[in-house]
């Protein structure tokens, strides 16, 4: 059975969509969040630190700080936040090395993500066009979905 990391824009859909009534969601907002409510309880769903920190940012900047912060509470008790340890470390370094030998670039939070998928194991579940350069990897395969609708 697959388990899945999300990144950032996935939670981000997942958070926004919750909040709204269906008819109010946009079309990928429904798409991911009716896709995890459907597979949270029979598949392992996880956070990679990076992801927590960037929604932080994005909740203390919010005007709606002190709920923003509290809704991303509530999500990380259901899907657990895994750490960026050594492991993690020696991954970002092989991927970031990598690229830059073939000419393409990562933004640091989005390699970290990524070298926790290949540390836990996990497929990466992205809509971060951003991502693609992953494919020019060869040393180290990332599994990706892109749950666009």
């Known amino acids: 059975m697959k388990r899945y990391l999300l990144d950032t824009n996935i939670c981000v859909k997942y958070l926004n969509g919750s909040r709204k009534k269906a008819e109010k969601?946009?079309?990928?907002?429904?798409?991911i969040f009716e896709k995890?409510?459907?597979i949270k309880d029979i598949t392992d769903l996880y956070l990679s630190q990076a992801v927590d920190a960037e929604l932080r940012f994005g909740a203390e900047k919010s005007q709606n700080r002190d709920k923003n912060?509290?809704?991303?509470?509530?999500?990380?008790e259901a899907f657990p936040v895994l750490k960026i340890d050594d492991d993690v470390w020696?991954?970002?370094?092989?991927?970031?090395t990598?690229?830059?030998?073939?000419?393409?670039?990562?933004?640091?939070?989005?390699l970290l993500i990524a070298a926790t998928a290949i540390r836990y194991?996990?497929?990466?579940?992205s809509n971060d066009n951003d991502m693609n350069n992953l494919d020019f990897l060869t040393y180290e395969k990332v599994e990706r979905e892109s749950w666009v609708a």
Do not use: A, C, P
Request: charged residues 35%; hydrophobic residues 35%; glycine residues 2%.
């Open 25 to 31: 969601r946009s079309i990928t907002e429904q798409y």
């Open 36 to 38: 995890i409510n459907k």
């Open 69 to 76: 912060l509290q809704r991303i509470e509530v999500f990380e």
């Open 90 to 96: 020696d991954y970002y370094v092989k991927l970031r």
């Open 98 to 110: 990598e690229l830059s030998r073939v000419g393409k670039t990562i933004h640091d939070m989005e």
């Open 121 to 125: 194991d996990l497929v990466l579940v």
